[in-house]
């Protein structure tokens, strides 16, 4: 059994793994959870995404940028592909599956990847349409897939006006399904005015709210499903 | 009494920093309008690849709506392209789509020492934007000023490599990462030397990739000013130095690069921006393109260009390409409430 001081210490040397972007120290300690017999999911949330979170904090007050935030994604990937694996069931309340992508015509998908990243922690089935993805292929892909949530990104007011036609697309064929939309040019009124569901100001922002979309549609499934088998 | 005969002069004049009788309103950046492709009949996807559709299509935004210049091309894949990128122009969709990079020169990092081809200046679409400039000129050159832009040395780099190993190897290996924007630094200089041999007026070197949203003001003073510095001190037409995003903390690095005006967008405070730069420094922005001049009322529009001017802009100018389904009143409202200014 592991002690609550060896659990204490390789929390702590994830959470300092991730935001000192050290990808080798991430894997030793991941695989030293393992071998200790520590909970992954455990790991994971307190040790990898606590990490991030400050990450995310030190982006803000800008002493990281986005360099930064790109190897703190590698570290927290290294120790994920190890922890992944041995995770039995995560535990957010609620899960859900997203198509993502960023909109044709635009090559920028560092953003869509940050936010990807919040979404396979938190053990979402992503399907990750890439970059200067045709505005049909969301639809379609979220048909097939019958994902809970559909994310479009752009970064730059060239491509950002083809999200309101996927917008549009989607909800003439499933008007259920939860849409949210982020990159440099969007802003809450533009999501409110194209009929987006939500607007991710930044990856900690998108995971939060994605979550609630999830809840709320769950929650009107079941009551739907409810009154049917009344 | 100043005299001013003509939008061109005025721009010629505040370059010079000579005194005029009010801020122009004009671009160093893409300015095609959808307007302007109807009145030609040409489809957006048709004007990156053909010289006279390029200067007739550019030139029609000062026709119809008074914009105070002609800039040419409209996307950012010239240079990338003349090094032997892939582009996709989207010639299937009647949408408005930019042409992008549809496969890079530097697939690893051991590929990144590049050398620059010889006779670059001839490859691509260089000459076609050569001749776009020749055209443009004959054609509106004696009433306003044209432009042309080029890609900083760090954006260009992000076209001819992933962007996501260019930021970390930024960091992780600033020596390499430096070496690749000296010889991409030769690259543009050369660029930029056939553009002022074409007759251009002013050039804008557009560097957003180092804009403070995506790295630190240290890393642009220490890996990305001292090439630019390298381009600005070859360039012998005026210049213009565009970075959008967050960059209040490095106009006073912008200021030192040598060129002759600084361009920022709407996320820059230009008051603070004059204030740290002193009331002889050429600030040119910050109006917002698309939250504005597209998607405002004209009230908004018109507010937005008194706000511009009362904040200390020495030029109204949007703070990145002018977005081509701009409404017609929208623009037109911009270009009278800047001629209110004139004295």
Known sequence: MVTEDKKKELLERLKNAVIQYDEDTAKEAAKEVLDVGMNANDAIFNGLVSGMEEVGRLFEAQEYFVPELLMCADALYAGLDILKPHVQQLDLGVKGSVVIGTVEGDVHDIGKNIVKMMFDVAGFTVYDLGRDVPLDKFVEEQLKTDSDLVCLSAMMTTTMVGMKKVIDDLRAKNPNVKIMIGGAPVSQDIAEKWGADGYAKDANNALKDAINMISSLKKLKEEAEARKSR | ?343
């Not at chain 2, 914009?67 to 009647?94: K, Q, R």
């Not at chain 2, 691509?124 to 890609?151: F, N, S």
């Not at chain 2, 962007?163 to 030769?186: E, I, T, W």
């Not at chain 2, 730069?277 to 698309?290: S, V």
């Open chain 2, 1 to 343: 009494m100043i005299k001013i005969i003509s939008a061109r002069d005025r721009v010629m004049k505040l370059f010079g920093g000579e005194e005029i009788d009010r801020p122009p309103c004009f671009s160093g950046m893409g300015n095609v309008t959808a307007e302007g492709l109807k009145e030609l009949g040409y489809k957006f996807a048709s004007i990156h690849l053909d010289a006279r559709k390029m200067a007739d299509s550019s030139a029609t935004t000062y026709k119809l709506f008074g914009f105070e210049c002609g800039v040419v091309p409209f996307d950012l894949c010239v240079e990338a392209e003349a090094l032997g990128c892939e582009i996709n122009v989207y010639a299937h969709l009647e949408d408005i789509l930019y042409p992008t990079i549809k496969k890079k020169i530097i697939h690893t990092e051991d590929e990144m020492d590049i050398a620059i081809p010889s006779g670059l200046q001839h490859r691509g679409r260089i000459p076609l934007v050569c001749e776009a400039i020749r055209l443009l000129k004959k054609d509106i050159g004696g009433e306003v000023p044209v432009g042309t832009y080029v890609l900083g040395p760090f954006t260009l780099a992000g076209q001819i490599m992933e962007l996501n190993d260019l930021l970390k190897l930024s960091f992780k290996k600033p020596d390499k990462v430096g070496r690749l924007l000296d010889a991409l630094a030769d690259a543009v200089i050369l660029v930029a030397g056939e553009y002022e041999k074409a007759g251009v007026d002013y050039i804008t070197v557009r560097e957003m990739g180092a804009t403070s949203d995506v790295l630190s003001p240290r890393v642009f003073k220490g890996l990305i000013l001292p090439y630019l510095k390298k381009i600005f001190e070859k360039i012998s037409v005026p210049s213009v130095l565009h970075i959008c995003g967050k960059t209040n903390d490095i106009v006073p690095f912008m200021a030192e690069s040598g060129a002759r005006a600084i361009s920022v967008d709407q996320k820059n405070d230009v008051a603070e921006s004059r204030k740290k730069l002193g009331k002889e420094a050429r600030i040119f922005g910050n109006y917002d393109p698309y939250n504005v001049l597209v998607a405002g009322r004209p009230e908004l529009v018109r507010e937005t260009v008194r706000k511009c001017v009362n904040d200390g802009v020495s030029a109204v100018w949007p703070g990145c390409d002018i977005w081509p389904t701009v409404p017609p009143e929208n623009f037109k409202a911009m270009m009278e409430e800047i001629r209110k200014d004139g004295r």
